[in-house]
């Protein structure tokens, strides 16, 4: 009954605001434990956590500040005798008294709430999916669930971290930082180095030892195995093109994934983009009189009927294409001369080991090439175009007889060559470069 009659009381002040404020000190096995008990109970919340792990926290640096109260019929606190006797001039009662307050707010603890409040948002935010699943790359926070809560509860409860102002409330300024890197403390030392680092890492200046961490512990996978299997590709082909060129650094806004460059040459390389190219055909611009006599032509036959699908499908549907084709290639790349295009490269990348798959993806990329234009016209009609086709496997369906050594068709269209690679092909060239 005891039971009941606490729970309801509990229930009662968690309906009506009146809360119990609880502080724990500890935040290891027992402690931690009683933090999710408190939490998970109604009419109870955590206000204050305090643990020992965070010794150098507890010795944060403070600056004390002179306060003077002024109290009517009390004392407390050093009494400031000659502001008090002014005071009691009209007022015998009123003593003024010195109540000095520490300020939590100094430079080298602003650093420090910065550098953990980045920490926060990352364990809070960016590695909460991650922390979910336990994942291998976590590396020292792997399976450290008790060590993240507790580097959690420094930020959100340690009654000594929250006497410093909110991070949003402020800009550590260079001044701020200096301090703390030539205090005496080690704690501010560190935030200060770590803050440092973080800044310059955010803007961009990245050391190559830096990029070489990032890339071998980090691990971004995209949504589709396909488009993995393109980027795995295109990267393959990159290491082969790369042996003539000299690899261009980019800027974030451009579209390329890789430039190479070398004297006034110039390559760029595209995923899913038309590098200012286009596979489109607009509706509008079609001439049906080029289809005359479509009767005895199949392939204006079957122009033909595109056309009249397109015709129904606004009357059925109500809707209204704008295009008769368009397309985007898996990968474009774009020789340049000076400011002139010398050359183009369409490919189309199919994550499959299927003849079918293979034909449909070596049906699109001729479409693409014979449709790839810009304001001046068809490419194919006045520039090299060349086709790649990669899939994950074709020695089931396609001999060896068919591909030249550099992996050309043999008797392919006389106006253009195409290439056709597997994932084993890349593989051998990377291990032939080697």
Known sequence: ???????????????????????????????????????ATPGMEVTGVLTRYPKRVRR???????RTITRKGEVRGKIDWKRTTTEQLTDKTIFVCQNPSKNYDVSENLVLKKVLSVIYQVLDNE????????????????GEEDLINS?????????HVNRIKNPKEYQVSERDISKAQNSRKEL?????????NYRRLMRGNYEEDDLKELLEETLIIPDKTSTLFELYSLFKLLKKWEEDFQLKKIDKDYDEVAIFEKNELKKKVYHTETGGLTLYEAIDELDEQALDNWEENPLKRMGKSQIEFVKMKKNLL???PESFYKGIPDILVVDHEADNITEITVGEVKYTEKEDTFSTGLEELITYIYFIKDEEGYKLDDKKVRGILVVDGKDDYLKDDKLDDENV???GPASFDIEVYDRQDLEEYEKKRE
């Not at 605001?17 to 500890?26: L, N, P």
């Not at 590695?127 to 792997?142: C, F, S, V």
């Not at 501010?188 to 440092?196: N, P, Q, T, V």
């Open 409 to 411: 068709v043999i008797d």
């Open 1 to 39: 009954m005891d039971l009941i009659r606490i729970r309801q009381d509990l229930e009662l002040r968690e309906r009506e605001g009146e809360k119990i404020k609880v502080g724990i000190a500890g935040t290891g096995f027992i402690g931690s434990g009683l933090l999710r008990q408190v939490n």
């Open 188 to 196: 501010y030392r560190e935030s200060a180095k770590l803050l440092i």
């Open 151 to 159: 580097l959690k509860n420094i930020y959100q409860r340690n009654v």
């Open 60 to 66: 944060i640096k403070t600056e004390c500040e002179k």
């Open 318 to 320: 109500e809707i209204d």
């Open 127 to 142: 590695l909460t999916k991650a922390i979910e699943e336990d994942y291998e790359w976590l590396g020292e926070l792997q």
